[in-house]
């Protein structure tokens, strides 16, 4: 039932802390925010857009390293500093024309529980609180910022018949 639900998906939108970072905040000497990505989710990511899915973020903080992070990756769907995660959703749905049916959501924690609600696919990463574990269609193995992106990105890719095929096309 979740790769029937996976092979529709046209857009996946995520969190940040928690998600794409272990859910640090570090802090320089100079009160400079700082944040750790893992480089196989940022793969993961490059292959979904590859693929000719819209990738998107919705977060509740705002983080320069979040804006180059994106830039690098070739993400142009930033939502930052949100309070209001539905609403968000909501706005993203007018400015892309997708459906929430067609939509997947990867989170962590309470704040992310409204956007859950209203995705066609939601999904909680493996050490997410528990409540987002209960409202996820499928929760990763890896921990948030360890690989968990990466692995919903394949299980997206492979439910679409594309990942082997994708595969071949960039690395062969």
Request: a neutral charge.
């Amino acid at each position: 039932m979740i790769d029937t639900r996976l092979k529709q998906i046209a857009l996946i939108l995520l969190d940040v802390d928690g998600v794409l970072t272990a859910g640090q905040v570090i802090y320089n000497d100079s009160g400079q925010e700082t944040k750790v990505f893992h480089v196989r989710d940022g793969l993961g990511i490059r292959m979904l857009i590859e693929a000719g899915l819209t990738v998107g973020i919705v977060t509740g903080r705002r983080s320069m390293a979040l804006v180059h992070r994106c830039k690098n990756l070739g993400i142009e769907l930033l939502k930052d500093g949100i309070r209001d995660k539905a609403a968000a959703l909501e706005e993203i749905l007018e400015e892309t024309g997708v459906a929430a049916s067609e939509t997947a959501f990867v989170g962590d924690d309470l704040p992310d529980l409204p956007i859950m609600h209203r995705v066609g696919v939601p999904i909680a990463v493996g050490d997410a609180h528990e409540r987002v574990k209960q409202a996820a269609l499928m929760t990763t193995r890896a921990r948030g910022g360890c690989g968990a992106v990466r692995e919903v990105s394949e299980r997206i890719l492979q439910a679409k018949g594309v990942w082997e095929p994708l595969v071949k096309r960039m690395f062969s």
